[in-house]
């Protein structure tokens, strides 16, 4: 069976200080990967998606980047955080079928 | 790109009713069209799905429709109970091998009171 993980859970950070997320996924090979994501009472933004190894297609511009070094791995990073890259941040998979959503990151920037 | 309306933002109902979260979508590409059900500080999780050959489909309490040429879908939560409490999030999108992409609505903060 497919499982995906996503790490942290929760993230305070300070404004201008850099963010790392991290999300991989097992039991798949080459599968579509998603980041989302939600702000407070919000719907799910699509911020980036990718369809294999070093494709990343970004859906809005703005503070953040994504990479994705391996099959299974997808990354959202900083360099600097803005207050208003505070949110719930949701890795997702999908691979001809509905999208799978990992725990999410809730990311409090201070 | 796809643009997707839901409507309401929140609806409270009594145990027992009815319920009823409408989406409209942009794209007549779309052919995909998942709801998914998210409590509180939680991922949101799939409840239901409808491809655009079928018009409506079933799962116990809970039910989608889907009007093509309208490019409208609903859900529909019968009997609703105090578990049904979340923000359910629709979705349109195209699917395929060579990508799945979702957009989602805003989301209905559906609160059932016992």
């Known amino acids: 069976s497919q499982t995906i993980h996503q790490w942290p859970a929760t993230l305070v950070q300070p404004v201008g200080s850099p963010l790392s997320l991290e999300c991989t996924v097992e039991g798949t090979s080459n599968p579509n990967l998603y980041w989302y994501r939600q702000a407070a009472g919000r719907g799910l933004q699509l911020l980036f998606y990718?369809?294999?190894?070093?494709?990343i297609s970004s859906e809005v511009p703005q503070n953040l980047s994504a990479s994705r070094p391996q099959d299974r791995q997808f990354i959202l990073s900083s360099k600097k955080l803005l207050l208003s890259d505070s949110g719930f941040y949701l890795c997702?998979?999908?691979?001809?079928?509905?999208?799978?959503f990992g725990q999410g990151t809730r990311l409090t920037v201070v | 790109g796809e643009n997707v309306e839901q409507h309401p933002s929140t609806l409270s109902v009594q145990e027992g009713d009815s319920a009823v979260i409408k989406c409209t979508y942009s794209d007549s590409a779309s052919n995909y069209f998942p709801w998914y059900k998210q409590e509180l500080g939680k991922r949101p999780q799939l409840i239901i799905d409808i491809r655009s050959n079928v018009g409506e489909k079933k799962d116990q309490r809970i039910a989608v429709t889907l009007n093509k040429t309208a490019k409208h879908f609903s859900l529909h939560i019968t009997e609703t109970q105090p578990e049904d409490s979340a923000v359910y999030f629709c979705a349109a999108g195209f699917l395929s091998i060579k990508g799945n992409m979702l957009t989602f609505g805003g989301g209905t903060r559906l609160m059932v009171k016992p």
């Open positions: 997702a998979w999908a691979l001809n079928t509905e999208a799978f």
């Open positions: 990718s369809i294999g190894i070093g494709q």
